[in-house]
């Protein structure tokens, strides 16, 4: 994950970079210390550390605008609402965009994953 991060954020010569935001819970995204990331997540990347996912994705939205959005470890039924109502998101003042997502959920297969009700809920999969 930590690698797509980086490429989305830096872009390379046919595509531009993108803004990417991180809600990192538990710092094993940036690996943050002090506040700064140990791990190099591109130029056009911020990082919300040691912060709750739910709250991370609303705050990350409302004042950084990212183009993408970047989480791992979804699972409750409150992660995957909040990753629905980001991708989402009507910003005021701007035209309608969508933000694209990165994330991490758990699972044996795939096929286990997609069963996962609220997965298939928030990702509109059939």
Do not use: Y
């Amino acid at each position: 994950m930590r690698d797509l991060i980086r490429q989305l954020s830096a872009g390379n010569a046919g595509t531009p970079g993108m803004k990417v935001g991180v809600v990192d819970e538990r710092s094993e995204i940036a690996a943050c210390h002090l506040g700064i990331p140990q791990n190099d997540l591109g130029p056009r990347t911020d990082v919300l550390d040691g912060c709750k996912k739910t709250e991370g994705i609303r705050m990350l939205l409302r004042s950084m605008s990212p183009q993408i959005l970047a989480v791992d470890e979804l699972g409750g039924k409150e992660d995957f609402a909040a990753v629905k109502t980001g991708t989402v998101l009507r910003v005021q003042g701007t035209r309608d965009r969508a933000c694209g997502l990165c994330a991490g959920a758990s699972g044996q297969t795939v096929s286990a994953g997609m069963r996962h009700t609220e997965a298939v809920r928030a990702l509109h999969i059939d």
